[in-house]
């Protein structure tokens, strides 16, 4: 295995870029939206038994671990996504 090989799709890879990753809540008349703390997020990966920094950004996964729901309505129906930090 490549150890520099930068899987993209991994909270490390998002803090070393510095892209920001924000949540969304898809209910229809909500919309609550805000950007989540990636080093928060690691953090609380390490404490469950994870290598944080290697833990995968994809929607099942991050559900699975973080059972996000939105702080707003309370419904889990939520969705993710990336932009470049300005
Ligand atoms: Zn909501």
């Known amino acids: ?7 993209a799709n991994t909270l490390g890879y998002l803090l070393d870029s510095g892209e920001v990753l924000n949540i ?6 909500c919309r609550h939206h805000k950007d989540l703390d990636i080093r ?9 038994g994870f290598e944080g ?7 099942k996964d991050l559900v699975k671990l973080f059972n996000f729901k939105c702080s707003k ?3 889990r129906d939520i969705g993710f996504s990336q932009r470049a930090m300005k």
């Open 53 to 59: 920094f290697n833990y995968p950004t994809l929607h």
């Open 1 to 7: 295995m490549n150890s520099n090989f930068i899987n």
């Open 24 to 29: 969304q809540c898809r209910a229809r008349n």
């Open 73 to 75: 309505c309370g419904k």
């Open 40 to 48: 928060w997020m690691i953090k609380y990966a390490n404490k469950k």
